[in-house]
T-cell receptor, first 117, second 111 residues
Framework: DAGITQSPRHKVTETGTPVTLRCHQT?????MYWYRQDPGHGLRLIHY???????DKGEVSDGYSVSRSKTEDFLLTLESATSSQTSVYFC????????????????FGEGSWLTVV | AQSVSQHNHHVILSEAASLELGCNYS??????LFWYVQYPGQHLQLLLK??????LVKGIKGFEAEFIKSKFSFNLRKPSVQWSDTAEYFC?????????FGAGTRLTVKP
């Protein structure tokens, strides 16, 4: 398994509160991603990062922000949680440059289950 | 933007039956193609991938997939499924930092 740790693994929070999910990697991979997984939608990209302090929006970025101050950590913040953000959130990493396995393979963390009530 | 379609939402098979899960994508340029599997309660794991070369790709656990460029397809196959293959399967297409997933196909294998 790729060295990816997500925290918290499970969280229940109230509508309107801010929530931060943390992704930590030990692989020194350049790219990090946050996806959400919902039934019938597969995985949808929220934000991704291509380096420290370099981030970009994905398909479903509204209501989310990210930060990457260190290579190993990528934080996802729900600024004001809503019930529609109840989901499973997966962090992922990849290293397109110089990777021996052909580069662009994305490896996933174990997921963070978020319930907004 | 590229998109990925998986035709079957839920497939139910008996053990030893053959499996084929369809995947089509919309992007016309060079892409990298993947199949991931997600066992109940677990994270996604890579089954196989295609970057270039032989369009028939073999992955783990006896799975294989064939890339047919003219059909924009990357179908997943297994000649004989087992109960332990019960899981959700996701096709994915990668191009220029954009990784798109299909909605997934849930496979149930009856013992």
């Amino acid at each position: 398994d790729a060295g990816i740790t997500q925290s918290p693994r499970h969280k229940v929070t109230e509508t309107g509160t801010p929530v931060t999910l943390r992704c930590h990697q030990t692989e020194n991979h350049r790219y990090m991603y946050w996806y959400r997984q919902d039934p019938g939608h597969g995985l949808r990209l929220i934000h991704y990062s291509y380096g420290v302090k370099d981030t970009d929006k994905g398909e479903v970025s509204d209501g989310y922000s990210v930060s990457r101050s260190k290579t190993e950590d990528f934080l996802l913040t729900l600024e004001s949680a809503t019930s529609s953000q109840t989901s499973v959130y997966f962090c992922a990493i990849s290293d397109p440059i110089g990777a021996g396995d052909g580069g662009n393979t994305i490896y996933f963390g174990e997921g963070s289950w978020l319930t907004v009530v | 933007a590229q998109s990925v379609s998986q035709h079957n939402h839920h497939v139910i098979l008996s053990e030893a039956a053959s499996l084929e899960l369809g995947c089509n994508y919309s992007y016309g340029g060079t892409v990298n193609l993947f199949w991931y599997v997600q066992y109940p309660g677990q994270h996604l794991q890579l089954l196989l991938k295609y970057f270039s070369g032989d369009p028939l790709v073999k992955g783990i656990k006896g799975f294989e997939a064939e890339f047919i460029k003219s059909k924009f397809s990357f179908n997943l196959r297994k000649p004989s499924v087992q109960w332990s293959d019960t899981a959700e399967y996701f096709c994915a297409v990668y191009n220029n930092n954009d990784m798109r997933f299909g909605a997934g196909t849930r496979l149930t294998v009856k013992p």
